[in-house]
Structure formats: structure tokens, C-alpha cells
């Protein structure tokens, strides 16, 4: 009998199979798919030689990780690229904001009426950072914090709504990055702790910088995968799992899938009946004949790119999509351009890019003209430089990642409490009904992104259990 089961090859359930290997227990993992990652993949989306990530391709969050800086993942090919700028955002009269690596280049882009106020803002959390992080990543209670003073004094600023916390800019540049920031997570602007979900991404960008990885996402997974192979544990691809009965004995069973699928799998009724899913996306990845013409210059070396007017563009777009039931007239949007940092992702003079722009949950509508028009606002030409694109609406998303109910691609609403507490209101959260039976997918905490600490978290839970037993 295995000591360990882990249903679903995303960055979560792969690092709760390498976490549980790693001491020594016997894990099996089981993808439907023909390959691993999840999230985080690499694939020939539109032409021969154009290598795009179908959804996260940016990586704030798993750069500055505590599981996977944990693991030896760069002796498995993972290697971080990163761009002159991780983030910029353009505004309309051709100038941009932009989140540097450097906390006074990000201040002064701002202007001089808001650089002291975010030098405020983030400068006494970047001394202790690594171990906030460590801290606000692993809540609730898998491990005690190492600095609860910290953790209290973020918990203060960033719990109250983002737009308690943008009062203390006087101009709206500032205001309108740090909306931007808190889209990441498709969350009301308005809402609860959103104003964490904004500083956790600043403060990231900070500190490590949001880079791409070599050769695209799928080489975080492929570490992953290859780590665990090393540590014993089997990979089984091709492997549809609709009942615990399709698995093999083991004394725990892990799924990084959502709840609606867990509950269906294995049993449990309407356990997760008030789980609620959040707006879709609508995703276009680009294949183009060279870089997008940004209009602002800061632009066209970053990484990470948001486009949106001002903070009431950004908010009108995302209550359309959550609250409204349609899509917006003007989406905002997150874009990435790989190329900028990694050449390998296009023959040469060539790049790949993708935008997506928020939907309502299930919406079968097309966006690509309005994510187009919002495009050349900001980077005027930028259709002349398309070869090809490949679309995905809700449908579609799902369709490639049974996690992303509805298109929703964080794996549940992040809103409300459900932002921190989720999938159910429990101070046990990768627990279920069944004593053997976990969940650790991005419905659990700390939620959406690639980054781990879901799967981290879950596996604690996992092997406590076991040595109990």
C-alpha cells in the first residue's frame, strides 16, 4: 500500500508529492493530462517555433516561495529571467508607472506629490519580507509565526479594502498601478484584504522582481516532476480519475483539483455547495513579428504589463465582470511579453505575447476586438505586428483545466472571506469529510498563483497524519 496518493499534476499537487516524498513516504501522482503542470505549461499555441504559456507566465509569486526556494529546482533546469522592468503601467498620454526592483525608481514614477507615501508604505515590510512571507503564505494555522509583530502590523494595513489604503496617494498614477495590482487576483477593489493582495505583489516585485522562466512555465513544473522522480515517486499521465475507486490503496489521498470535482470524486454530497467561483477570463496568445509598440517607452521593457485608463477604468471593468453579468467595454488587462527577458520563446526577431481580460463566470462571447482596440490605445500598430492568435474564453479554459470552473482561473472567488478562508470556513482547511482525503489546489490558502504553498501547506497536514497513524 502507497503512503500517499496526489490526484492532479499542477504546481500544488506536485509539491505536496515532492514535500511527502521528501520524508521518506511512498507517493504516487496521477494527471489527466498527457502532461504535467497545470498552470504552469509551455505549449505551440499558434505557429511552429512560438512557445506560449496558456495561462500563468510571470512569477512573482514562485520566485518568492518559501516551498519552492526550499527545493533544489534550478539542479533540475529551472533557471529565472528577468526583465529590465517587472512591471509597467501605461497611461493614455504616453507616459507609464512603473514597479521596479528599486522601491525609489518605482516611487518617483509616481510623482513627487505620492513618492514618500509608498516609501512608507513598503519600506518598513522589505527588511522582513522573506519571513512575512513565509508567515502570510502559510496561514492558517500549519505553522506558528515566526514574526507575529510583522504579520500583525501587514495584517492592519492590508486587510481594510484597497481603496482605504490608495486614500494616502493624492494623484492618480499611483492609485491606478496599485488597482491594477489587486486585478491580478480578479478581486473587487473594494473588498476585503484586498489591500494585501496589492502590497503582497509589490513587495514581491521588490524583492526578487517578477521574472519568466527559461523555455516557459512548464520548466517549473518539469523541476518539479523530475525532483520527485528522483525522490522515488511515480508520475502516471493519460490517468482520469472519477472515483476513488480508479486510484490505488493508499493511506491518503491528495487532490489538487476544486472542490466541485473533489465532492464529485469522492462523495461528499453538497460539502462544498457554498463555494463560490469568481469571473472568467478571456485569453489571447499572440505570435507577433516583433515587439509591441508600446507608446511608453518604460513599456516595452517589462516584463509584465497592465493596461487600464485609470483605478474607475480598472473598477468599472471588474464589476461588470463580477457583479454585472458582462463583459466590459473596456477590459482591463494583464499582458506578459515574454520576449523581453527570454529570446528561446520565438524565432529570432519574432516574440510571443499574451493579454487576457475579465469575463463573467461561463461567458461564451468573443473579446478579442475589444482587447484589441484597448491594445491600441496604448501601443498604436499593434495589430499590423500579428501573425497569428489562439483564443480562450471560459469554455475553452475549462476545457484545458477542469480547475478553472467557468473560466475562472483562480480556482474560486477571491473575495469576501473567501480570500483567505476557503474552500470552507475551517481552521483545517486541507481536510474533508474523509479522514484520508485532502485538498490542496488553489481553493485552499493562500489561493491562486503558481507558487506552492497550497501543496506545501496540505502535505503538513498529510504527513502529520500519517505519523499519527
Known sequence: MLDAVVVGAGPNGLTAAVELARRGFSVALFEAHATVGGGARTEELTLPGFRHDPCSAAHPLAINSPAF??????????????????????????????LSRSVGETAASFGPRDAGAYRRLVEPFLPKWDTLARDFMSLPLTALPRDPVTLA???????????????????????????????HVMAPLGGFATGAVGLVFALAAHARGWPVARGGSQAISDALAAYLRDLGGAIHTDYEVKRLDDLPPARAYVFDTSPTALARIAGFGNHYANYRYGPGVFKI???????????????????????????????AALRAASKEGRAPDAPFLITVQPGVADPTRAPAGRHVFWAYGHVPNGWTGDLTDAIERQLERYAPGFRDRVLARATAGPPELAARNANYVGGDIATGAVSGLQLLLRPKLSLSPYTTPHPAVFICSSATPPGPGVHGMSGHNAAKAVWRGLRRT
Do not use: C, K, N
Open 153 to 183: 502590523r501587514f495584517g492592519l494595513v492590508g486587510l481594510p479594502p484597497s481603496t482605504w489604503l490608495t486614500r494616502r496617494f493624492r494623484d492618480e498614477r499611483a492609485r491606478t498601478l496599485f488597482a491594477g495590482l489587486v486585478a
Open 69 to 98: 526556494r526550499a527545493l533544489p529546482l534550478e539542479r533540475y533546469g529551472l533557471e529565472w529571467l528577468h526583465p529590465d522592468l517587472p512591471m509597467a503601467h501605461p497611461f493614455p498620454d504616453g507616459t507609464a508607472a512603473v
Open 285 to 315: 496568445d499572440y505570435a507577433l513579428d516583433g515587439p509591441v509598440p508600446w507608446t511608453a517607452p518604460q513599456a516595452r521593457s517589462a516584463g509584465t504589463v497592465q493596461v487600464g485608463a485609470d483605478s474607475a477604468e480598472i473598477a
